[in-house]
């Protein structure tokens, strides 16, 4: 029986890969895709080094300061980061009097309820206090960023080309598709998945942000650290993750070795 059965399942599973392949082919014949703006102007990230690239790589903490910097200072007035508590910051390289004042200093404030009055109130954030909530009234919903790094392909390199990517639509884009110019309200971006975005370019002058460490803060500069920034709000534990990978390796290779020499030893009289 399986004689007959096996080569005729065999054969009917290649005449189903054939068949759809078949009509994959006459489907592109037929109707080649139409191209449209986004195919024709939408770029992939561009090339973009970090301290954290690779299997060794680790975060650069006076750069993660710094893109901080540009997240309260500039990001934080549309962008939540709710996952990230004021006492995580102190992973960045702030010592507790410094996470306590930034929570104590945030302009957003906690909100309060009292349930005997109903009465809805503010207070200072505290260390325990998660980055709050922003209240938006522009076009658009600006994502909370606690996770955005993971969310897009390239993450880190993304976040650095939107930011360093707002230009003029380009000329050849409307002659070729004319209803295609960027409605009011919205920004054109190559680097943004449908070209136009609803948020405003955020750094668009050198020195917009005044670093305390000498670094020159360029809007490169600026788009950069706050993508390493970003990178580690989205893993903070991305080091820890990296050196576990390396010492599980180390000591599987170690338990091979072992394993090799003990079954050496057991059958060494067996020849
Ligand atoms: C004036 C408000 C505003 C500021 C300031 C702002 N953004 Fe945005 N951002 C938005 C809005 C609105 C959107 C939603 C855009 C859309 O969906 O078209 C957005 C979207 C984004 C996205 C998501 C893009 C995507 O792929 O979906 C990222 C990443 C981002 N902003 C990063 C930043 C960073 C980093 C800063 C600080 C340097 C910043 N934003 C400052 C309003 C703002």
Known sequence: MVRIFGPLVGLFFAAALLWSFGVGAVQLIREPEPSTAVKDFHLPPKEVKFTFDGPFGTFDKPQLQR?????????????????????????????????????????????????????????????????????????????????????????????YSLLTGYTTQPAALLKKYPDSATPDGLYYNPYFANLNIAMPAPLTTDGQVTYTDGTKSTVGQMAKDVAAFLTWTAEPKMEKRKQTGWAVLGFLLAATALA???????????H
């Open 67 to 159: 893109g901080f910097q540009v997240y309260k200072e500039v990001c934080s007035n549309c962008h939540s980061l709710k996952q990230i508590a004021f006492r995580n910051l102190a992973d960045l390289g702030y010592n507790d009097a410094e996470v306590k004042a930034i929570a104590k200093q945030w302009g957003t404030k906690a909100k309060t309820f009292d349930p005997k009055t109903g009465d809805a109130g503010e207070r200072d954030n505290t260390p325990a206090d998660h980055i709050p909530a922003v209240y938006y009234a522009g076009t658009g919903n600006p994502p909370d960023l606690s996770l955005i790094t993971k969310a897009r392909h390239e993450g880190p390199a993304y976040v």
């Open 260 to 270: 090799y020499l003990a079954k050496r030893n057991i059958w060494s009289d067996m």
